[in-house]
Each structure stands twice: as structure tokens, then as C-alpha cells.
Nanobody
Framework: QVQLVESGGGLVQAGGSLRLSCTAS????????MGWFRQAPGQDREFVAV????????YYADSVKGRFTISRDNAKSTVYLQMNSLKPEDTAVYYC????????????????????WGQGTQVTVSS
């Protein structure tokens, strides 16, 4: 059974940084595209970033482009989300997810394209 465990969330002041980690077990991590989503209270879960199995392709939501960086270490079965210049509107529960199949195709921003999810980690940015 695939398990994804996020860590690294917390409380930070606006302008600060956090690095989230997501470690996978129970599958061949290196062959799958991985994504990060977030969900603020009362809002739908939204796409944040995605990275191909090799790390060679990455895409970001417009709201985080230039501030967040997704990366992965296949030897450690871990995907990261480096978040800089954080804003109060970045406050949310952040989830990592494994995409169905091995290819980073055009549906990468859709929740339905992912079939395994972590439990989430809370990120709170104070103003």
C-alpha cells in the first residue's frame, strides 16, 4: 500500500520561508509524477506544483510562481516544496500526491489525476 507522509509545516511570519517534505513508501517512487496541493478553510483543494519522475519538468500555479520551488530526491523517495516570500494567503493545509501513471500530461493540475494523497501538513503565515 502506498503511503505519503508530509512534514515541515508550521507557523511563520509573512516574508518567511518553510520547506515541506513528503516521503513515500510502498511503491517505486522514482517512476511517478508527484504534486503538491493546498486547501484553505472553506475553499477547494487547489494545485500548487508538480514535478515529473526525473525532476526534469516542473509546473507551478501562477499564485506561487517565482516563490515556491518543487524538487525531489528519488534515492530518498522524497519530494520537497521550498516556500519563500510567504504571504498570509498561502495559509492552508498542504498535501502531496502521487499522480496516476508515470507521465506528466496535461491534467496535472486536476485533483482527479492523483490517486494517492498524504494526510496534509498545516502552514500558517501571519501578517
Amino acid at each position: 500500500q502506498v503511503q505519503l507522509v508530509e512534514s515541515g509545516g508550521g507557523l511563520v511570519q509573512a516574508g518567511g520561508s518553510l520547506r515541506l517534505s513528503c516521503t513515500a513508501s510502498g511503491s517505486t517512487f522514482s517512476t511517478y509524477t508527484m504534486g503538491w496541493f493546498r486547501q484553505a478553510p472553506g475553499q477547494d483543494r487547489e494545485f500548487v506544483a508538480v514535478i515529473s519522475w526525473s525532476g526534469g519538468s516542473k509546473y507551478y500555479a501562477d499564485s506561487v510562481k517565482g516563490r515556491f520551488t518543487i524538487s525531489r530526491d528519488n534515492a530518498k523517495s522524497t519530494v520537497y516544496l521550498q516556500m519563500n516570500s510567504l504571504k498570509p494567503e498561502d495559509t492552508a493545509v498542504y498535501y502531496c500526491a502521487r499522480k496516476r501513471g508515470t507521465f506528466l500530461d496535461d491534467n496535472y493540475s486536476q485533483r482527479e489525476a492523483y490517486n494517492y494523497w498524504g494526510q496534509g501538513t498545516q502552514v500558517t503565515v501571519s501578517s
